[in-house]
């Protein structure tokens, strides 16, 4: 291909299109070259100096994140002058650092630890630190600024100029005096403000959830995506101990790059909720009495085979496509048919990002329940429901139908057990959320993406997918869907 520009990375050949900075390059060529002011999905600034790279026939040390690859160059990143260049960029970076490092949340992902420990010097020069400012600033709901640990990198400031255009930050002042400042009356209080804590490569934006919570050395991170809305960002959930403690972006360059907003970042306090049901119900009388899985599927089989006419399906369009497929395919069997609702909130754009918003529909699969043949008729599936033949509910949490005791016989397949199917349903059949399943949710642009168990279910919880398998499996009813 024309564009395609031929150079030499340490001795690796590599191709790179035309433009391509030579730290993207490197990438390229397996080469990792140091960076901190550098991001992918930020604009260039170049001020750091940590991705010196030496470059033949150059008369100085070159900024690899803003040279751009040329034919034929030579690049070496691991010689004497270039690697002598980065410790001296650390060793000044290190001067006014303090070492809390045993008390700093970015220990165990600080690119500053990282750094020192590839490149830079075991002992230092400066034997004193001087702190130099207050210990800790307020920035907004989340975020707390500790600047004595900043190393100006201003990944934080092109964030909030560029990408959230609600430029509230600043460098003040100049050289040893230096710090991120925030407009006077301004707060990072934006609703993607959050990403500067995972933008900062060392422990200087701290989230105010996650403070001091667990060393970063002991999560546990899986791939999921973020639950918050329709848009479906890929997101890594980090668990220690079976709790959700954080979520944070994963990159993906076509749907989220690397951010996330904040309403799904700090809204996974519901993945930890102690009150769910742990064990199968079936009704006796007025009581709903734990059993095993033999007995309230059985009870289950018994009502599907005697309904004598239509089902309605209410279901959660924050289930899976597995599970919402399947409960299609139940209730669609006998002529049946169901809805789903969701709850709404203002749409929150990220202005520096094509397509890329809280969106107005906070559930993620909106379109997987409409593709599955669910309506946004919720009023009148909520009335079929009283003339149904059997109910089934798909971790709906059924709030404001209080009539739901004069419906058909209803089987509840849920996480928590609210008051009406508590005081209705025939049979419970406790099911796992998102976070302790595998399965799939189709966003708004109609991408189907997986997301991966990240921690187990409590007690005898199973996938709502595998909840409604059984029941098929037992009808002889072929499964189209597949988890
Ligand atoms: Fe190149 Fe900072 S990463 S100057």
């Known amino acids: 291909m024309s564009d395609l520009v031929r150079l030499t990375i340490e001795g690796r050949p590599v191709e790179a299109p035309a433009g391509t900075s030579v730290l993207e390059a490197a990438k390229l060529a397996g080469v990792l070259v140091p960076h901190y002011c550098y991001h992918p999905s930020l604009p260039v600034a170049g001020v750091c100096r940590m991705c010196l790279v030496e470059v033949e026939k150059s008369p100085k040390l070159a900024a690899s994140c803003a040279t751009p690859v040329a034919e034929g160059m030579v690049v070496h990143v691991e010689s004497p002058q270039a690697k002598a260049a980065r410790r001296a960029v650390l060793e000044f970076l290190l001067i006014n650092h303090p070492l809390d490092c045993p008390i700093c949340d970015q ?17 230092t020069r400066f034997a004193d630190y001087a702190k130099r400012f207050n210990p800790v600033e307020d920035f907004g709901p989340d975020i707390l600024y500790v600047p004595n640990r900043c190393i100006l990198c201003t990944r934080c400031v092109r964030f909030m100029e560029h990408l959230a255009e609600h430029p509230v930050l600043n460098v003040s002042e100049r050289g040893d005096r230096a710090y991120i400042g925030i407009f006077e009356g301004a707060a990072l209080d934006h609703g993607w403000a959050g990403n500067v804590v995972d933008l900062c490569p060392v422990g200087s934006l701290v989230s105010k959830d996650f403070l001091h919570k667990a060393r970063a050395w002991d999560l546990d991170k899986t791939p999921s995506i973020c639950p918050g809305c329709t848009q479906g960002c890929n997101v890594t959930i980090e668990t220690r101990d079976n709790q959700v403690l954080r979520v944070r972006p994963r990159p993906n360059p076509d749907l989220n790059r690397h951010f996330m907003c904040d309403y799904g970042r700090l809204g996974y306090g519901w993945l930890n909720r102690t009150d769910r049901i742990e064990a199968p119900l079936v009704r006796d009388g007025s009581r709903l009495v734990p059993v095993d899985w033999d007995r309230a599927l059985g009870r289950a089989l018994d009502l599907v085979r005697g309904a004598r006419g239509p089902c309605v399906a209410l279901v959660s369009p924050g289930a899976s496509c597995e599970a919402l497929e399947r409960v299609a395919q139940l209730v669609g069997a006998g002529g049946g048919a169901g809805a789903f609702r969701v709850a709404k909130g203002d749409e929150i754009p990220l202005p520096g990002v094509p397509d890329l918003a809280l969106r107005t529909e906070r559930a993620p699969n909106v379109a997987g329940a409409l593709a599955a043949g669910f309506t946004r008729d919720w009023d009148g599936a909520a009335a079929r429901a009283r003339s149904a033949a059997l109910v089934l509910v798909l971790d709906e949490p059924l709030h404001g139908l209080g009539a739901a005791q004069a419906w058909g016989p209803m089987i509840y397949i849920g996480t928590v057990l609210p008051d009406e199917a508590r005081g209705a349903a025939a049979v419970v059949l406790p099911s796992a959320t998102m976070a ?23 007690g005898m919880a199973r996938p709502a997918a595998w909840i409604l398998e059984e029941i098929l499996d037992a009808l002889g009813v072929g499964v189209g869907a597949q988890a």
Do not use: M, S
């Not at 220990?107 to 075991?122: F, K, T």
């Open 107 to 123: 220990a165990g992902e600080c690119e500053l630890q990282d750094y020192v420990y590839q490149e830079g010097r075991a002992t």
């Open 436 to 458: 302790e399943e595998d399965g799939t949710f189709r966003n708004i642009g109609g991408r189907i993406q997986p997301y991966h168990q990240a921690r187990a279910a409590p």
